[in-house]
């Protein structure tokens, strides 16, 4: 095994696969046969279609059928809908071709499916609709001032101590934070491959980080017998939270394969890709902030405000972290969301955090200028020792660690803190710093083990990977557990068939399958010392019946510890007791945290360079401290933290959803106008680990990563703008025309 | 075009004329409705294609609509080659056409008539893969995988062109492969790693 800072890890499983192009993403599963769908979608933005004209798309070469809300197949779950016109707008959701009402601009009308990709793309022009149009809104700033906010429990006002106490205090700061829609954009194109073997019975192959929730929805819409539906999904070509629903275009894929009964393969557009599966909602945030002249804080009160579809009550958590980030006596919170005519948002990466850090953690660094002292030094000021919010004692907390290891990395203390008094020739030399935090949690999942007569493992869990190497992961975590070489270890995933697995997302797969595999391979080793507790090898003058804990599990043997000379190979075990093989399954058992509060951190430092004469940023060095508990695989672990701070590199400086008000339309749905960071963007980015266990969340004392990277780094990199201009921006991207 | 292409046009003109009369006189009772249309379009539709995939030699036709990418996808069922935009914005299905990368979802497969084109999976010498692809695997050079082809083709050409001199030239000439995973620090690496131990063949 090779060795990176004293860490072990092993490389990818799955790498060969993918350097080689085998590795198999949704499209990409052939049947003789197959047909291709394509969608067509509104023009307008909201209204009911009062006619469509399919004939000239349906007598085109090569198409098998159309489908549209007047010729929409009959499903059970469409069927049995609470009546719509009892339910408030927001609670009627959306299923697509069940109505002739338009919510959105670009919402699917119809599905075409011919035989070629090709002739079902042109016959999907063809499609032409009528509509009587409604008046939209698609404007934050105009609900604000004239709409109506959504009601109800997600919605209420958060006190702690004494609402708006900042007023009070002897420095104090009051501004508004805003940041636009973004969008996930995982380079895979949401695709899915549908192959009906009989009315009642298919296999999908989808993009989805959840199965056993994408089974159950397809079940209860197709009224389909759950083992009936079986769902492949090898390979995530990334996702960030964009594939945990059904979405509209796989309901249609579904709907079309049956009707036409071929295999059948339907992948959007890039276009399609801004408004048919999530997006990260835009927000408006206001914080006001007081802290003594000592610098302890007295009060935070932080007013968000967000939007969602007119259809879907989406929420998330902005302003958590301002209740649990610090230690402040004194909290209120407000969470305002405008139901607009978009298409609806979902979890993106960090989901809530991400967007409340920003805001939290600039005004922190505002504050501490206001104050007078080290952003830093104001940080551990008020730090945290319990959760305040929920009173409850931390499972492990590793923040303090994060902000020394960061800040002697970077030579915090050796900048000049003075604002604008750092210059590289033209450019003006800046460092700031933003901390983010992110629930840790371990939820319920099954792993089924098999140790095969010749030794090697095969380990089995319905989970899917969106790239954070979740079997690399298992697959050394097993290794460790039960000493066995990587390379005879195989993890199966990625298919409903297999013992039900945890869906991949809010940093909980690690800790969740983790547990379930290291409870099977702790449980295999008790088996394999129960197989050889009367073999006399093991028996010593005092030892007359092996136990588990009087042996070692190395290289595929197991041994008595107190001679290791003493041992034979699990392959032999079982061939000496006459079995196949040992088969085993085990869970983690859900939420372990009744007693305790578990988060994850990071502290991002960033040093920016801004051109004092075009304004333009560039991001000249990242280090990233985070305490995610134990490391479980230093080379995936700091890769996903990469990542994440890539991520934030974009979110800060050049994403921004951009939908023209008038028409209700996207502006900017593609690659070259909405633009993420390239290769060019990116600087080296250094990634430290606290890396101590955590002793509550899981066997191995891991929390979760892949949010809580991108969390408060776009407040890093604003803080290192103002440190480097004097110049406060509140609104990103930061784009150089706010910096001329 | 040139005046080669033009004569196959004409000749092929003359071909489907021929086949179009055949369409017109074969009864109405043996023909479902709509199949002649259907072979009437696929007759005008589909033109001859020699092209060489990753050493193979492949003599068919297709649209002139179809991009090098869905013939290479959707015809060829080489998957590796990844669709991540179908509007050259991505990279992500970067191939080599006679050694140079280009974005395939900007050509027209009948615009490679004659080409040699290497995809991902031309690139291993059978087991054996190329030292970018272990250099990929050794510097953690993706998450996902799914830019990651694309990501490789253009590595391998980076070098070959002459631009992999420092890591802010690999930086800007990879700059056409984005990679949402945020691979980028660690294909850098990959490709200076590469570049140094000098192995740049395709
Ligand atoms: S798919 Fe060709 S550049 Fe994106
Ligand atoms: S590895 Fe996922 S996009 Fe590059």
């Known amino acids: ?740 | 075009m040139d005046n080669n292409c033009k004569n196959e046009g004409r000749r092929d003109f003359l071909k489907k004329s021929t086949a179009l009369a055949a369409l017109a006189v074969a009864s109405p009772a043996l023909v479902k409705a709509g199949e002649n249309d259907e072979k009437i379009a696929a007759l005008f539709e589909k033109i001859p294609l020699n092209i060489e995939v990753n050493g193979k030699a492949f003599s068919l036709s297709v649209e002139p609509r179809t991009t090098l990418l869905d013939f290479i996808r959707e015809q060829l069922h080489l998957f590796g080659t990844k669709k991540g935009c179908d509007y050259g914005q991505c990279g992500a299905c970067t191939v080599h056409v006679d050694g140079e990368r280009i974005n395939s979802c900007l050509s027209l497969a009948v615009m490679n008539e004659g080409k040699k084109i290497t995809t991902i999976e031309g690139l291993a010498n059978g087991e054996e893969l190329h030292p970018m692809q272990k250099a990929f695997i050794k510097h953690d050079g993706f998450q996902c995988g799914y830019c990651t082809p694309g990501q490789i083709m253009s590595a391998v050409a980076c070098i070959n062109e002459g631009h992999a001199n420092s890591r802010d030239e690999v930086r800007e000439f990879m700059s056409g492969n984005i990679c949402r995973c945020g691979a980028y620090p660690n294909i850098v690496d990959a490709i200076m790693q590469t570049k140094k131990e000098g192995s740049t063949h395709d």
């Open chain 1, 1 to 740: 095994m090779d060795k990176i800072k004293d860490q072990p890890f092993i490389d990818r499983v799955d790498g060969v696969q993918k350097v080689t192009g085998t590795a198999k993403y949704s499209a990409e599963y052939d049947f003789p046969g197959m047909v291709y769908g394509v969608l067509a979608t509104s023009n307008v933005t909201k209204g009911t279609i009062t006619a469509m004209d399919t004939k000239p798309a349906e007598n085109a070469p090569g198409v098998l059928a159309v489908i549209t809300h007047l010729n929409c197949p009959e499903l059970p779950g469409y069927k049995n809908l609470p009546d719509q016109s009892k339910l408030a707008d927001i609670k009627k959701g959306y299923r697509v071709f069940y109505d002739n009402i338009v919510r959105f601009n670009g919402q699917p009308i119809a599905i075409v499916v011919a035989d070629t990709f090709e002739r079902a793309t042109y016959a999907a022009s063809l499609i032409k609709a009528a509509y009587a149009k409604e008046t939209f809104n698609t404007d934050i700033d105009v609900a604000e001032k004239s709409g109506k906010a959504l009601e109800g429990n997600n919605f209420k006002e958060y006190v702690r101590g004494e609402a708006n106490a900042w007023k009070n205090a002897a420095v104090k700061i009051e501004a508004e934070y805003k940041m636009p829609i973004e969008v996930h954009n995982p380079m895979e194109i949401h695709a899915i491959t549908v192959n009906w073997e009989s009315d009642t019975k298919l296999t999908m192959y989808e993009k989805t980080q959840a199965l056993s929730s994408t089974q159950q929805s397809v079940m209860r819409a197709f009224g389909l017998k759950q083992e009936n539906i079986r769902i492949i999904t090898q390979f995530i070509g990334g996702a960030f939270g964009s594939a945990f629903n059904t979405w509209p275009h796989s309901m249609a894929a579904l709907m079309a394969g049956k009707k036409v009964g071929k295999p059948l393969k339907l992948m959007i557009t890039r276009n399609q890709m801004f408004n048919l599966v999530g997006y990260r909602p835009q927000a408006i945030q206001k914080m006001s902030m007081g802290a003594s002249a000592d610098g302890k804080l007295v009060g935070i009160t932080h007013d968000a405000t967000a939007m969602t579809a007119s259809y879907n009550e989406f929420t998330e958590g902005i302003v958590n972290a301002s209740r649990s980030l610090y230690n402040c006596p004194n909290v209120n919170t407000t969470y305002k969301v405008y139901p607009l005519d978009l298409s609806q948002p979902t979890w993106m990466r960090g989901p809530g955090e991400t967007t409340g850090a920003f805001a939290l953690e600039s005004a922190m660094d505002e504050l501490a200028y206001a104050a007078k002292i080290d952003p830093i030094e104001f940080r551990l000021l008020n730090y945290a020792e319990t959760d305040l919010e929920d009173k409850k004692p931390y499972s492990s907390k590793f923040l303090k660690e994060c902000y020394q290891l960061g800040a002697d990395k970077i030579k915090w203390s050796a900048r000049n803190p003075e604002p604008r008094s750092m210059k590289e020739g033209d450019w003006l030399i800046g460092y700031g710093t933003g901390s983010g935090i992110f629930s840790a949690w371990r939820g319920a999942a099954k792993v089924g083990a098999r140790l095969l007569p010749d030794g090697s493992l095969i380990l089995a869990s319905g989970v899917t990977d969106m790239g954070p190497g979740t079997a690399t992961a298992m697959t050394q975590l097993a290794s460790e557990t039960l000493g066995l070489h990587p390379r005879d270890i195989k993890f199966e995933m990625g298919d409903t068939n297999l013992p039900p697995g945890p869906m991949q997302g809010g940093s909980g797969t690690t800790s969740t399958l983790g547990t379930a595999v290291h409870n099977v391979c702790q449980s295999i080793k008790k088996k394999l010392a129960d197989l050889v507790k009367d073999n006399p090898m093991f028996h010593t003058e005092i030892v007359h019946e092996v136990k588990v804990d009087d042996l070692l599990f190395e290289n595929g043997f197991m041994m008595l510890k107190t001679d290791k000379s003493k041992k034979i190979s699990y392959a032999d075990v079982i061939k000496n007791a006459g079995l196949k093989e040992i088969e085993l399954q085990e869970d983690s058992p859900g939420n372990p945290m009744a007693n305790h509060s578990a988060f994850s951190y990071a502290v991002h430092f960033v040093k920016v360079m801004v051109h004092s004469r075009t304004g333009v940023v560039k991001i000249a060095r990242c280090v990233s401290a985070v305490d995610a508990g134990k490391i479980v695989n230093q080379k995936t672990a700091e890769s996903q933290i990469v990542g994440a701070v890539v991520g934030g590199i974009g979110m800060s400086l050049m994403e921004e959803g951009i939908i023209d008000h008038r028409y209700g339309r996207w502006v900017n749905n593609n690659f070259a106008d909405y633009h993420v960071a390239v290769n060019a963007d990116v600087p080296e980015i250094e990634v430290l680990f606290v890396n101590k266990p955590d002793p509550v969340l899981n066997p191995m004392g891991s929390k979760g990563m892949g949010e809580v990277g991108i969390v408060g780094f776009a407040a890093a990199v604003c803080n290192a703008i103002f440190h480097a201009t004097g110049k406060r921006i509140r609104e990103i991207p930061v784009t150089p025309d706010k910096l001329i």
